[in-house]
T-cell receptor, first 114, second 113 residues
């Protein structure tokens, strides 16, 4: 099973309220990622876990939190949603083979902040 | 930092047309180059990748050749089908022990029968 699962598929949130998105994979991958995708923009890496170590991108450091309670699960947490957080959020995990790194993506969670 | 520039916006073709989506990159060292495809309602999935100069990646009739001289990895298909309608992303990973995939903005391909 090479799938990455994300829940929910659609999420509606109010401005100022917290948001928690969930991702899981059963491929025993060490690395899990969260990307943000807005219309007419490239998917943007927000953060990633390598094993239990969290790495957050410098320009999104204070906006997003994450946790990884075990190898299979990873969450993305927004403490206080703003309108600018409306986007598609893509979770991915990666494996390394003889050709190098390969990322597997979930179907995404579309977050709408009102 | 690393960056990828690809054909912007939408490409509209008819079945059996020839497809080219341009991709140019800027990265330190020797990146691995990817093409991902995203169908409606699904996440991006790997089409193919290449990691050496002059290496050709291919899958499902699509192909691209790694060209370090022109820093390009253009996607081509000789005869597109309606089922190829999707968003195509060029991407790269450059060095380091933690793979960080940098994407282009994506190109939406619409094929009419």
């Amino acid at each position: 099973d090479t799938t990455v699962k994300q829940n929910p598929r659609y999420k509606l949130a109010r401005v100022g309220k917290p948001v928690n998105l969930i991702c899981s994979q059963t491929m025993n991958h060490d690395t899990m990622y969260w990307y943000q995708k807005k219309p007419n923009q490239a998917p943007k890496l927000l953060l990633f876990y390598y094993d239990k170590i969290l790495n957050r991108e410098a320009d999104t450091f204070e906006k997003f939190q994450s946790s990884r309670p075990n190898n299979s699960f990873c969450s993305l947490y927004i403490g206080s949603a703003g309108l600018e957080y409306s986007a598609m959020y893509l979770c991915a995990s990666s494996s390394r083979d003889r050709e190098g790194e390969r990322l597997f993506f979930g179907h995404g969670t579309k977050l709408s902040v009102l | 930092g690393d960056s990828v520039t690809q054909t912007e916006g939408q490409v509209a073709l008819s079945e059996e047309d020839f497809l080219t989506i341009h991709c140019n990159y800027s990265a330190s060292g020797y990146p691995t180059l990817f093409w991902y495809v995203q169908y409606p309602g699904e996440g991006p999935q790997l089409l193919f990748r290449a990691s050496r100069d002059k290496e050709k990646g291919s899958s499902r009739g699509f192909e691209a050749t790694y060209d370090k001289g022109t820093t390009s990895f253009h996607l081509r298909k000789a005869s597109v089908q309606e089922s190829d309608s999707a968003v195509y992303y060029c991407a790269l990973i450059s060095g380091g022990s933690n793979a960080k995939l940098t994407f282009g903005k994506g190109t939406k391909l619409s094929v009419k029968s």
